[in-house]
């Protein structure tokens, strides 16, 4: 029987937070697990997640694919499970996620009433107790908080917690751009050229995973730093686009200059009078910086740095 849905779940050298990730997975109610397959994708040189994925298809009758993507980067870990996955619609979960079991229920339900092509939920990131420094900022920098009640949304999300209608992909193998690889920004560049091409999206409240970020992530540098990333988006989209949109690029690096110099100067003040905010502004500044310095040598790597 060929699965109508496949969850893929991209991982790297996480064996733990994978095991987690895809166990909640497969231990989804509500849907007709008949209809659906686990596929991992390892992105590591050495097949260091094949053992997990072994393991976990030792546990269910529900099948576990491994798919062994030695070339480092999101997108081509992203391309390899679209083209492992055999069903018509792909949920897209971290290794870093944890799911309830209605999870997948959830994202179904609302693909089915919106018709939608894609379909976000929500990401409550839990931090650790022992992370006392900006811990309010860090919880909220790592989830997704959007609307309350359920229906079609006119922007997107990311690519975790999602799930997509592969008809409605561009490419139905490979859809995410390769120059993303390890800058990220891969998803947003898909659904932003699926929204042109008049893609429905649509958010499910009820959809809801948890975060777990790695430790080594739990720091304002690094935040920051992916603050600035996130900020090169909606410039980079212009300059990208076929043929490239010089109008938008010029609006997005003036409206990131009145960023970064606005809320460049209330996160120094909010810095000395030690308000409780401060870090927030600070990322407000990193992200409109980002949208006028996205070019060269102020593009920075993320993803697919290990051999």
């Known amino acids: 029987m060929t699965p109508r849905i496949s969850i893929v779940i991209p991982t790297q050298r996480r064996p733990e937070p994978l095991a987690l990730a895809a166990r909640s997975a497969l231990a989804q109610r509500g849907v007709d697990m008949a209809e659906v397959e686990l596929v991992i994708v390892d992105n590591d040189a050495a097949p260091s997640a094949r053992a997990v994925a072994e393991r976990l298809a030792g546990e269910t009758a529900v099948p576990v694919v491994y798919a062994h993507e030695r070339r480092p980067g999101v997108a081509h870990a992203r391309n390899a499970g679209v083209a492992t ?37 929500p990401v409550r990131a839990r931090v650790p107790d ?8 860090l ?14 949304m006119p922007g997107y999300f990311g690519c975790g917690n999602s799930l997509v209608r592969r008809a409605a992909l561009p490419d139905a193998v490979a859809p995410f751009a390769l120059e993303r690889n390890h800058i990220g920004g891969e998803d947003d560049l898909l659904f932003g050229h699926m929204q042109a091409a008049g893609a429905r999206f649509a958010w499910a409240p009820d959809a809801w995973v948890h975060e777990d970020p790695a430790p080594s992530r739990l720091t304002l540098r690094y935040t920051l730093l992916r603050a600035f990333a996130y900020g090169q988006g909606p410039t980079e989209h212009c300059a990208s686009a076929v043929p490239p949109d010089r109008v938008g690029v010029a609006r997005w690096m003036a409206i990131g200059v009145g960023q970064a110099v606005v809320y460049g100067a209330a996160a120094g003040v909010a810095w000395v009078t030690g308000a409780p905010d401060r870090a927030q502004r600070l990322d407000r500044a990193a992200r409109g910086l980002g949208k006028t310095l996205w070019f060269g040598p102020f593009k920075l790597g993320f993803y697919g740095l290990t051999p």
């Not at 022992?130 to 900022?137: F, I, K």
């Not at 919880?139 to 079609?152: H, K, L, M, T, V």
């Open 139 to 152: 919880a909220r920098f790592f989830s997704r908080i959007g609307p309350d009640g359920e229906g079609p």
């Open 130 to 137: 022992d992370v006392r420094c900006h811990r309010a900022y």
């Open 85 to 121: 996955a055999r069903g018509e619609l792909i949920a897209f979960l971290d290794d870093d996620e944890e799911a309830p079991d209605g999870w997948l229920a959830a994202l179904l339900a609302t693909q089915a009433r919106h018709d939608a092509d894609v379909v976000f939920g």
